[in-house]
């Protein structure tokens, strides 16, 4: 596998960087668009292993795309809920956004098809959303292993029938398959009601799919406990301009944090819908100066990177947790993550991760069911794996401007949102700022 040697950042940079599109805005919008009445227009989309397998999906159901990657824009033209292809068979690869938007999508339709994924998709968890999509009429044949990928989908409507417009369902192990229900249901005749059995009910990417679906021109009603997805509503066809990811704006601004720089990620601003700006506030408690400009966020690290300790609840943007525990080391107290139970379930048993690679650094950290605390700690050289997790090579590379002798290994598994991280990681840190 390919290895990515960090280079130390020796003295404070001040820069502006630009990062790609949102991929949970980016998938929510293609589908949305598909669903829609007519020519949806896509501006800023990421372009990454999972927005293309989503597209690629698209593609294979019938619909007609048009993509620019070098503008950075797709159009696709929507057939009012409609499925061009009644049989297909599609790949999602490992996008669980698109594992679990498009399964909905199928499993309501009036076709039959086959989805497949990657290895490690295969793993990630389904059944909820199964058993849901099953109590409104759909069918499943797993071909592998039972309640998960890969599988053919028969739709509920695929004898004629209606699906069932009332369900329940328990997303504690994500909230991906709320999303899917919600968004598919403004195609159903009858509507939707989607009953929350588990604790957790809402969360930053659910209140994302109904700040999108309201801008896509349909309405979602929530009371607490239940959402209601009412008849007789459709997306409309619209232009459409995608945010910057905050998501991938968190990893400069923790290297900002870490080494006393100045960083500006431009178009990132508090109005963003995506819940990771959370983490920028956090920064802010910790020592940093943060201040939201007109061209974006800019966050000042403490002189030296003497940053304080935190004990935070990153259930609602978990995602950064990773981030958090690379710069938490040097922190001037011990930093707690909590909350964070439901990341052990995705690309790889992120807190599991978090203490293997943190303790191979030299770190003294504790680990629980659903909680990481890390302790300030001298960094050693390593090799830092990275369980073909995105989000857990581009989090620590943050160390190593820092500390010389860090390594990633499989840097390159960035792909899966952004394809082209370390190159710009380097680029900019060459040029003087990163």
């Known amino acids: 596998m390919s290895q990515y040697r960090v280079k130390k950042l020796e003295a404070p940079v001040n820069c502006e960087v630009e990062v790609p599109g949102s991929k949970s805005i980016t998938n929510r919008a293609l589908l949305m668009a598909a ?4 020519e949806c227009r896509l501006n800023g989309v990421l372009f990454s292993d ?3 397998h989503f597209l690629s999906c698209l593609i294979s159901l019938g619909f007609v795309v048009e993509v620019n990657e ?5 159009v696709i033209h929507g057939l009012g809920g409609d499925i061009p292809c009644k049989e297909a068979q599609i790949n999602v690869g490992s996008a669980g956004t698109a594992a679990r938007f498009l399964t909905a999508m199928l499993a309501l339709s009036d076709g039959k098809y086959f989805i497949d994924a ?3 998709m295969k793993r990630r968890p389904m ?3 199964f058993d849901a999509l099953e109590s409104m009429g759909a069918g499943f044949e797993f071909t592998e292993q039972g309640d998960h990928l890969p599988v053919w989908v028969t739709g509920a409507a695929y004898k004629g029938g209606a699906p069932a417009n009332e369900v329940s369902i328990d997303i504690s192990e994500s909230t991906q398959f709320l999303s899917a229900l919600m968004m598919v249901a403004p195609s159903l005749e009858n509507g939707l009601t989607i009953h929350i059995t588990s604790k957790k009910k809402d ?4 209140r994302i799919t109904r700040k999108m679906m309201s801008q896509f021109g349909c309405s979602v009603e929530y009371n607490g406990d239940t959402y209601q997805i009412g008849a007789v509503q459709s997306y409309e066809s619209k232009t459409y301009q995608i945010e910057p990811d905050v998501s991938a704006a968190c990893y400069f601004y923790g290297a900002a944090a870490l080494t006393g720089s100045t960083v500006i990620v431009k178009n990132v601003h508090f109005t963003s819908m995506q819940g990771d700006v959370r983490f920028i506030k956090l920064l802010e408690d910790m020592g940093c100066k943060v201040t939201d400009k007109p061209q974006g966020i800019q966050v000042t690290g403490p002189d030296g990177g003497k940053l304080s300790g935190a004990d935070v609840d990153m259930n609602d943007f978990s995602d950064q947790a990773m981030t958090l525990a690379a710069i938490a080391p040097f922190a001037s107290s011990p930093t707690c993550i909590r909350n964070i139970g439901h990341i052990r379930l995705q690309e790889s048993d992120r807190i599991n991760a978090i203490v293997t690679e943190l303790t191979r650094l030299g770190v003294k950290v504790e680990e629980e069911q659903d909680a990481v605390k890390i302790y300030p700690s001298e960094i050693k050289p390593a090799v830092i794996e990275t369980y073909d997790d995105h989000r857990m090579a581009m989090a620590f590379a943050l160390t190593g401007l820092k500390c010389d002798g860090i390594v990633i290994d499989n840097y390159e598994c960035c792909k899966k949102t952004f394809e082209n991280y370390f190159e710009v990681l380097e680029e900019t840190l060459r040029n003087g700022g990163l």
Do not use: T, V
């Open 203 to 206: 969360g930053s990417y659910i």
């Open 127 to 129: 059944k909820p959303l």
């Open 35 to 38: 669903l829609s009445d007519g």
């Open 50 to 52: 999972d927005s293309r």
């Open 118 to 120: 990657s290895e490690q």
């Open 70 to 74: 070098i503008e950075k824009y797709a």
